[in-house]
């Protein structure tokens, strides 16, 4: 294909002043023109031919669009850089940059920084475009900027209430609405005084998080506090998830079994390090998978996905995993063998081991196949009467393996 059959220009609120000549020639020459109906009215001045509004579910109108793939001269009006948490980042894995001209315009991040004096390379840029409002939890550390676009007139008052209700009611809030265009307006607040009305269904949010003495703020490092965990005893505690976490080293990508995941606090915390990173929790008892999912929500890792059932046979189908992490107190049944073959070359398997039944099991493992064997004993401060001593918890024995990476 010697010339590209593509064309995405992004159009923000000040229309056909903030395109391109050479963008607004490209939209005159297509012969359809892809766009919401908001991006068709800011471009109607062009003149354009034949117009398509985009259907819904959006797949709808992709599929239609791939139809066309190199048979019509198509536009796609986007809003912003599209790019950017955009629908050209969706195109591009279907439709190689050779076939395509792009002709972004600022994105609302690029506009809500330039208005509020926040320079990008130091902000915290996520959307809740179609996300859950948790997504933000993470970032809410006092003393760091964040800018969030939003779904629509409702997004700064769902956040407001979010943040209120995890103790970050005090946060300063900026509502940017329409940037760029005559019907711009910038207000601040308080996240748990937010009364704007007649928010515009274009906005962004920008956030100052600002802490209550008891909000629990997400640290960067593995092993939050047990209490953070809705639980009923089966979790992985606070310094051992630590050392597991460390074992498992998660890199960018990645995805974790977390086979019998009990509470999902080691998941949770996988997914907490990096936001490319992915888990599964497997699990057989029903109340524990509503409460793992009630924890990945409350901790701000809405998408950990949930599997029903008990290893072995719950792990049938499930995506490769790249880490597997078996926890507690079973003894094998098939699982361990299971998960050494389902893993990627490369990949880790990291079993924890609190019975001296599962324990003699990865002793046997170590022998077999290597890795790295380690007892861990914790002790905590306990009241003793008047005074204090130390209180053993159960020892862990863990076992650490590498999956060689010529292995099938």
């Known amino acids: 294909m010697t010339e590209p059959w593509l064309t995405i220009v992004g159009i923000g609120e000040d229309g056909l ?45 992709i599929e239609e669009l791939m139809r066309l793939r190199g048979r019509k001269q198509v536009c796609i009006l986007a809003s912003g850089d599209p790019f950017f948490y955009g629908i050209g980042s969706t195109l591009a894995e279907k439709i190689p940059a050779t076939e395509m001209r792009i002709y972004p315009a600022p994105s609302a991040f690029s506009l809500a920084g330039a208005k509020i004096g926040w320079p990008l390379q130091d902000v915290t840029m996520i959307s809740l475009h179609g996300r859950p409002v948790e997504l933000v939890r993470p970032h809410l550390h006092p003393g760091r900027k964040i800018l969030a676009l939003t779904s629509d007139e409702n997004g700064p008052a769902e956040i407001a209430s979010y943040l209120t209700e995890h103790g970050f009611g005090p946060s300063r809030l900026t509502v940017l609405e329409a940037l760029g265009g005559p019907d711009e307006r910038v207000r601040q607040t308080e996240a748990a005084r937010l009364d704007c009305e007649n928010v515009s269904r274009i906005n962004i949010l920008g956030i100052e998080p600002r802490a209550m003495p008891d909000a629990l703020v997400i640290s960067y490092a593995p092993g939050l506090p047990d209490s953070a965990f809705e639980h009923d005893g089966q979790i992985t505690k ?4 630590a050392l597991t976490i460390s074992a498992l080293a998660p890199a960018s990508g990645q995805l974790l079994w977390d086979i019998g995941a009990g509470s999902g606090s080691v998941g949770i915390e996988w997914m907490l390090m990096h936001p490319s990173l992915s888990a599964i929790a497997i699990e057989p008892e029903a109340k524990r998978l509503n409460r793992i999912a009630e924890n990945a929500a409350a901790l701000g890792v809405p998408g950990l996905q949930l599997c029903a059932g008990a290893a072995p046979a719950a792990l049938d189908g499930l995506a490769t995993p790249d880490a597997v992490f078996i926890g507690g107190g079973g003894t094998d049944d098939g699982v361990v063998d299971t998960a050494i073959k389902a893993l990627k070359p490369g990949g880790r398997l990291v079993a924890n081991a609190v019975t001296t039944e599962m324990e003699t099991l990865l002793s046997v493992l170590y022998g077999e196949l290597g890795g790295r064997l380690t007892r861990v004993q914790i002790a905590r401060a306990e009241p003793l009467g008047q005074m204090h001593g130390w209180r053993p918890a159960m020892p862990i024995t863990q076992w650490v393996w590498i999956k060689p990476r010529d292995a099938t």
């Open 17 to 61: 002043d903030g395109i391109t000549g050479t963008a607004k020639t490209h939209i005159g020459k297509a012969e359809i023109v892809f766009g919401g109906e908001r991006h068709l009215r800011l471009a109607k001045g062009l003149g354009m031919a034949e117009q398509r509004r985009w259907q819904s579910p959006l797949s709808t109108s």
């Open 238 to 241: 606070r310094e051992i998830r």
